[in-house]
């Protein structure tokens, strides 16, 4: 035990403490910037579109009489995808031939070819953007305090059918518990 309290030994013993400190802080610094450099990606996107939909979707049923409080999760199938322009050409050919004994045949060529539209915005050139079709839902759960009701249940059914324009066997509809 006198061997382990020795001046070289707690050197040695706070230098390590004092290194085992700054790996843990590291990892937590650089942790940070990951997070949020995720913003843009496709999951990223898929997420917070989701998150969109669900904060209409409690604004709008909590709005129905009867239903209380609600929470909406939402999954979806597909997230948005972004069409843009493009220059599409198309060539066709005929050519017609006669052959010994009088028949004929005919020739048909079709081509088709397509170049992304760009233009600059300042000093850089990025495709023209059409248009951007929206992510697909998949399916809906909605959780209400006033779900236990059949009238009410039924409201919330026929909301989120017309808000989400899918059918009512990917809805689903529960009581939230506790009354809360």
């Excluded at 942790?31 to 998150?51: C, M």
């Excluded at 129905?64 to 997230?79: E, P, Q, Y």
């Excluded at 009701?149 to 009512?168: F, H, M, N, T, W």
């Amino acid at each position: 035990m006198k061997a382990v309290l020795k001046p070289q030994n707690l050197r040695l013993l706070v230098l390590a403490l004092i290194g085992v400190a700054l790996i843990l802080v590291g990892t937590f610094v650089s942790a940070r910037p990951k997070s949020q450099g995720a913003e843009g990606t496709p999951i990223a996107d898929l997420v917070e579109q989701a998150r969109l939909i669900e904060a209409a979707l409690e604004e709008a049923i909590g709005s129905i009489r009867g239903v209380g409080k609600v929470r909406a999760r939402v999954t979806l199938s597909s997230g948005p995808e972004n069409v843009y322009a493009e220059n599409v050409t198309r060539s066709s050919t005929s050519q017609t031939e006669t052959l010994e004994g009088g028949q004929m045949r005919q020739n048909l060529s079709e081509n088709e070819s397509s170049q992304p539209v760009s233009g600059r915005f300042g000093s850089s050139e990025t495709p023209l953007l059409e248009r951007i079709i929206p992510g697909q839902v998949a399916g809906c759960l909605i959780v209400a305090q006033g779900a236990s009701a059949s009238g009410v249940k039924e409201d919330i059914y026929r909301a989120a059918q017309a808000l989400l324009g899918i059918p009512l066997y990917r809805i689903e509809v529960a009581p939230m518990k506790g009354g809360d």
